[in-house]
């Protein structure tokens, strides 16, 4: 594919029409603002052509900055990606980077799955992952709302949410989620019909 870096009006540009984030951090993207403006960009933006406009397969966050500073341009790589090619490039941009949460995570792989009709077994390929992964991301929006969200706030690690998603009693799971959001857990015990649950951080 063709790699040269052009200058498109940042005006042509449209978000992605799936983004990974549901939120932006304001000082982090500022931050990156502020070093486009003194430094330059250092890595060029990836566009899908759509059209007379272009969408935004990688590099959301410094088209937003870019936006942010006012700038006019930005640079960039026009790709001629099928919809499927361009889900499965912003997947590889996105997806393992360790600011991503994992809530943003789940969301986006069950609209991928929606979107190219793919299965599991495929999607575990494209990411170079085991099923097993990609089946306990899509998990998480099965878990009550009041878990989902603490995860979504960093309130809770994944990993306690997923044992406290184990406690089968609603109420019960519900107080040692509240408990863990605000003082956090290592490891506790709740006690209901005569079985103990452990829940560790992992």
Partial sequence: MNNEVNKILVDLIDDPAVAMRTKTDDTALADLAESIKSNGLIQPIILKQR????????????????????????EAIIKEYTEEQAESAKVHENLFREDVNPVD????????????KCDLNDLARTLNRSVSWVASRLEILKYPDYLIDEVYNGKISLGVAEKLNQIPNEQTKKEYTRFAALQGINTKTAKKDRVDFYINDL
């Avoid at 007379?52 to 700038?71: K, M, N, P, S, T």
């Avoid at 995570?105 to 190219?116: C, K, W």
Wanted: hydrophobic share 40%; aromatic share 8%; proline share 0%.
């Fill in 51 to 74: 059209g007379d406009r272009y969408e935004v397969v990688a590099g959301h966050r410094r088209l937003q900055a870019h936006r942010l500073i006012r700038a006019t341009h930005i």
């Fill in 105 to 116: 995570q789940a969301m986006f792989l069950a609209r991928y799955i929606e979107r190219t």
